[in-house]
C-alpha cells in the first residue's frame, strides 16, 4: 500500500515535544516512590510504594535513590544518554521494579531508540499492567519503529483516555498516520474529526488533514479510472484534472464528452462556459460562453453561478439593466453570495441608481467584513448618495483589509479548489 509521502514519522526522527512529555502524571512519581521507601515502615506506605520497596534490599536503598535522583535529572535535562545509563543501572539493581523499565522505556523513546524503548514498556506492564503512561509510551514507540500494526490498538484505546493535551495530540497523530499506512481509510478519518475537534488551530492537523484527504481523493480517482473509464464520471474528473493544470482546451473537449454521454447534468455548462471566458476575452469567444450559461439555467434554473457570470459579462459590456437583473436573481437565488451582491452594487451605481445600491453592499460587507472590495464599492455608493462621513469609514475599512487575510483565503481557495467565479475587483462603477 503506498504511504503518504511524509506523513509517516521515521525511526530517528527528531521530537520535539518529547522533553515535555518524558513523565507525564504518574509515571513523574515513580521513582520517589523507590528513594522515599526505605524510611517507612511497609505497613505505612501505598501498595505502589511497598510493592517497589520489596524488590530493593535495604542495603541498596540509599545507592538506588542517588541513582534514582541523578537519572530523573538528567532526564528532565533531556540527557537522555545519562538518564539511559542511571535507568539501566537501577534495573540491573531492582530487575522487577516495573516504574525503572517505563522510564529507561521512555529515555530510550526520547533519544530517538523506539525499538528498545518498546521492550521496555512491555516488560514494565508485564509487571505492573496498570501502568498507563507505559502503555501510551508503548504505543508511541511501537508506531514510531514502524510497527503499526501492533501499535493502533494502544494508540485508539488510550486516546480519549489521555489528560496531558500534549501527549493526547501526539497519540492522535501517531493513529492518524498508523491507520493511514495500514489502509484503513475510514479509521483515518475517524481520528482527524477527533484531532480537528480537540486541537481545530493546530497547524500540524491542518496539514495533515490536507494530506490525507488528497490521497483519499487519490485514492478514489483511481478506483473511478479503472472501474469505469468510460463512465461521464471519469470524464468529468478527467476535465477538473486538466482544468487544474492550466490546459483548458482539453479539459472543455473532456466537459463536452461528458455532455455527450449525460446532455442534462447540472453543472457542466457552466464549467464550459467559465473555461471559455478564462480562454480568451474576444467576441467569439464572449457569445459561446453566454451559449454555455444561458443552457445551464435551461439545465437547472436555479443555480446562481449562470446568473452571476451573465451579470457580469453585461456589466463589463456597459448593460446595465440586464446585468441587475442576471445579478438580482443571483441573489435571490443565493441571498449570502458575496461577489453577486457586490456586482449588483456597481451596476446599480453606474446606472444611477446609488441609493439602490447601498443595501446589497452593506450586506456583503456583512457577510464578509474583511472584503477589500466590498468595503471599496460601498464607500463609492456612500459618497455618491452624499454621505461622506460614511464613505470615509468604508474608505478606511477598505485601506485595512486589503491585502490582508481574506486576500490570502482567496489565494488558497483559487489554488486548491480552482476559483469558481470571476474576481470583483475594487474599480469604481462606470
Excluded at 29 to 37: E, K
Excluded at 114 to 138: S, T, V
Aim: aromatic share 6%.
Amino acid at each position: 500500500m503506498r504511504s503518504i509521502e511524509g506523513l509517516i514519522w521515521r525511526p530517528g526522527a527528531p521530537r520535539s515535544a518529547c522533553a515535555i512529555l518524558l513523565l507525564p502524571g504518574t509515571l513523574a512519581l515513580t521513582i520517589l516512590a523507590v528513594t522515599i521507601a526505605g524510611g517507612q515502615p511497609l505497613a505505612q506506605r501505598p501498595a505502589s510504594q511497598a510493592q517497589s520497596a520489596a524488590v530493593v534490599s535495604p542495603a541498596q536503598q540509599a545507592a538506588v535513590a542517588q541513582i534514582a535522583a541523578q537519572a530523573q535529572g538528567a532526564l528532565r535535562q533531556a540527557d537522555y544518554e545519562g538518564a539511559i545509563r542511571g535507568f539501566e543501572r537501577l534495573i540491573q539493581m531492582a530487575p522487577r521494579v516495573a516504574e525503572f523499565h517505563a522510564n529507561l522505556g521512555m529515555a530510550y523513546y526520547s533519544s530517538g531508540r523506539f525499538a528498545d524503548a518498546g521492550r521496555r514498556l512491555r516488560e514494565a506492564l508485564r509487571l505492573k499492567p496498570a501502568l498507563e503512561n507505559a502503555q501510551y509510551f508503548l504505543g508511541l514507540s511501537l508506531a514510531a519503529s514502524g510497527q503499526c500494526q501492533e501499535a493502533l490498538p494502544y494508540l485508539q484505546k488510550n486516546y480519549g483516555r489521555i489528560l496531558d493535551r500534549q501527549l493526547k495530540r501526539l497519540v492522535g497523530l501517531e493513529a492518524l498516520k498508523c491507520s493511514m499506512a495500514l489502509d484503513h481509510p475510514d479509521r483515518a478519518v475517524d481520528f482527524l474529526r477527533l484531532l480537528a475537534r480537540d486541537f481545530p488551530d493546530d497547524p500540524d492537523v491542518l496539514y495533515y488533514s490536507t494530506q490525507v484527504y488528497s490521497d483519499l481523493s487519490t485514492r478514489a480517482s483511481q478506483r473511478l479510472l479503472v472501474s469505469a473509464p468510460g463512465s461521464y464520471q471519469a470524464h468529468q474528473l478527467n476535465a477538473e484534472v486538466l482544468e487544474l493544470e492550466g490546459k483548458l482546451e482539453d479539459a472543455a473537449a473532456e466537459y463536452r464528452k461528458v455532455l455527450s454521454l449525460n446532455p442534462r447534468l447540472p453543472g457542466i455548462h457552466y464549467r464550459l462556459g467559465r473555461l471559455l471566458l478564462a480562454g480568451s476575452r474576444e467576441a467569439k469567444a464572449l457569445a459561446e460562453a453566454r451559449r454555455e450559461f444561458e443552457e445551464e439555467l435551461r439545465v437547472d434554473p436555479s443555480s446562481a453561478g449562470p446568473e452571476y457570470e451573465l451579470g457580469e459579462m453585461a456589466r463589463q459590456a456597459r448593460q446595465w439593466n440586464e446585468a441587475i437583473g442576471h445579478f438580482s436573481r443571483a441573489v435571490k437565488m443565493e441571498p449570502r453570495f458575496a461577489e453577486a451582491l457586490i456586482g449588483l452594487g456597481k451596476s446599480l451605481v453606474s446606472a444611477g441608481r446609488a441609493a439602490e445600491a447601498v443595501a446589497p453592499l452593506e450586506a456583503a460587507v456583512k457577510l464578509e467584513p474583511q472584503n477589500p472590495v466590498a468595503h471599496y464599492q460601498l464607500s463609492f455608493a456612500y459618497r455618491r448618495v452624499g454621505s461622506a462621513k460614511e464613505a470615509e469609514k468604508e474608505l478606511a475599512a477598505y485601506r485595512q483589509a486589503y491585502g490582508q487575510a481574506l486576500e490570502t483565503r482567496q489565494k488558497i481557495r483559487a489554488g486548491i479548489l480552482g476559483r469558481m467565479t470571476q474576481e470583483q475587483t475594487a474599480e469604481p462603477p462606470e
